[in-house]
């Protein structure tokens, strides 16, 4: 048996520009491949929605899609904006809930979508300027007096509603803005005040008028460290946009739904395989159903690139789909559970020369290939020798988990156990993403000789690592 009898793999490589959404087939094509989770489903009927329609009284605000790379910010701001500008996208959606609350916004908004490059204008100039030729595009005829000229922005946001209106009594305008994170991270001080105050009143404006204003951000703009000096500003804004994050849940429905899709007999399958391991593997036990549906990702696999800190923009599920492309073609082993974990997230730190740049990423793999080599060379069992490597990975993507790599915080026996690495190397294999390099030990065997050993590995390496 293979992995690719296991599952429907559709790989999930490719980043989503907002504004191809545009287009009418491919906005149709996003909204139809869009999965969404439960928690997803009720950030956008509880949070978004009400934000964005116009139909009832609501303290409407702009509202920030917050999220680690690669996580749906765009995909989901493309199904958003695709639907609120075409009612006729309503019945792709895959989610019925969502499908009836988005009714109240579907096909009532003309909408601009704007992707904030490497530029060096100020943000009122780049949103005011593609506002006035969209409008032009659309009929309305506006123009924004320069910047000199005015004492706050928001009495000319309100002239240029009443020309909207006049040529759209009954619709909104929704301003879709991606990317928008690093283009404030170029602006200096007073630039980046006057583009935050901007920001803010174009929340505020939300409230009065038909405007509306959704952006993506890649991390929480108001917890950045970066933008401290300009707390009060942010704080500003903060009370006038709505965050909702993209979590780890969220991520993990991507990966069971789309990347890794099973149907009844596949999941059936994988569930008579993993139940002989299940005796071994408490949480593989308590949590069988959604070791399922991840089947062969690790659950532990999401929880722990989460909190990995490192500078390269990392794609959880880019990240996952070429993992799992290596897998397809390799048998499933019959005496371990082939789960892919953590550990195997460690060869993409390795092989990434940019990351060698960053000097923390640069020290561990240095002592992470010292323990290797001298585990190579020191521990003679074969079978021992790939369960300790495997540890080592953990561990060392493990050091960029702890925001300090110098701090004394290893993982213990049963946390490696659990997250899916070798605790027993009878149940190891491609436990740890290395598949095909499977043996032969029965169940019970020297357990008890290698947890001693995994222990001696675990209280000698935090500090050869650190
Ligand atoms: N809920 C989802 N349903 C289906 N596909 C998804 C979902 N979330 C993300 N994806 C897929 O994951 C990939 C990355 O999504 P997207 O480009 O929206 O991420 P992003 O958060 O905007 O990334 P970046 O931070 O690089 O801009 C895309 O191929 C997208 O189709
Ligand atoms: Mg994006």
Redesign the pocket.
Known sequence: MKYRDLIQFEP?????QLISSEDADYAAQ?VQ?????ER?AEVITEVIIPHLQFHYPHDNKGVLVV????????????VLTSVAGDSGLLQHLTNDIVKEEMGGIGGQFQVLRLEIGAVTNDLRSIICSNLERFLAGIGVEYHFPAASEITNNKDCLYEMMEAFYSVYPEQGLLIAI??MLDYLHSRKDFNLVLDLGFLRELGEVCKNTRIRVIA?V?ESLFDNPKFQFVAESLRRVQDRFEQVK?ARE??A??VE??LLKKNETQRAMIKGHLEKFAGLFERMAANMHEFVNLYPVHPAYLEVFERVYIAE?R?I??TISLHIRRLLDQDVPEDDPGLVSFDSYWSFIKENPTLRTDPDVKKVIDAANVVEEKLRTGVLNPVSRESSLRILSALSVHRLTTGEINVRMGLAPEEIKGGGSPAHPWASGTECGLPGDHHQHPPGGDAQAHQREIHRLQQREPPVLS
């Open positions: 999930v490589e490719t980043v989503i996003l491949t869009y999965v969404i989770s997803m999220g680690n790379y690669g996580t749906g910010k765009s995909h989901l701001l493309s991606d990317e993506g890649q993209i969220d991520v429905y991507v739904q789309r923009k794609e599920l880019k």
